[in-house]
C-alpha cells in the first residue's frame, strides 16, 4: 500500500510557475513509477507526465511538453512536477498517482492516488 499526498497548488498569472510536490509513504517509493493528472471543470481527467521508478524514463502530454518537468526524489520520498510558462488552459485539479504498470500514461495503470491540489491559471 502506498500513501500519496500532493501538494504545492495556487492562483498564479499566466506565464508564471508553480512546483507541485507528491510525497509518499507505506512503501518502497522507487518500486513505482509515478504519474501526474489533471481534471479541469466539465472535462475528463488527461495524463500530464510520467517517470519511471529509477527516473531514467520520462513520459509528456504534448499539450506540456517543454513547459513542465517531473521528477523524482527516491531518497526523500517525493515526486515533482515543475510547471512553467502556465497557460489558463492548465486550470485543473492535479494528482500524482503510483503505478507498478508499463503502461504509464494510462489511468487504469495506476493503484494509489493523492487527493489532489487545485492549480488555477489566470489570463
Known amino acids: 500500500q502506498v500513501q500519496l499526498v500532493d501538494s504545492g497548488g495556487g492562483l498564479v498569472q499566466a506565464g508564471g510557475s508553480l512546483r507541485l510536490s507528491c510525497v509518499a509513504s507505506?512503501?518502497?517509493?522507487?518500486?513505482?513509477?509515478m504519474g501526474w493528472f489533471r481534471q479541469a471543470p466539465g472535462k475528463d481527467r488527461e495524463f500530464v507526465a510520467a517517470i519511471s521508478g529509477n527516473g531514467g524514463r520520462t513520459y509528456y502530454a504534448d499539450s506540456v511538453k517543454g513547459r513542465f518537468t517531473i521528477s523524482r526524489d527516491n531518497a526523500k520520498n517525493v515526486g515533482y512536477l515543475q510547471m512553467n510558462s502556465l497557460k489558463p488552459e492548465d486550470t485543473a485539479v492535479y494528482s500524482c498517482?503510483?503505478?507498478?504498470?508499463?503502461?504509464?500514461?494510462?489511468?487504469?495503470?495506476?493503484?494509489?492516488w493523492g487527493q489532489g491540489t487545485q492549480v488555477t491559471v489566470s489570463s
Open positions: 507505506g512503501h518502497t517509493f522507487s518500486r513505482h513509477a
Open positions: 498517482a503510483a503505478s507498478d504498470s508499463s503502461f504509464l500514461t494510462m489511468q487504469w495503470a495506476y493503484l494509489y
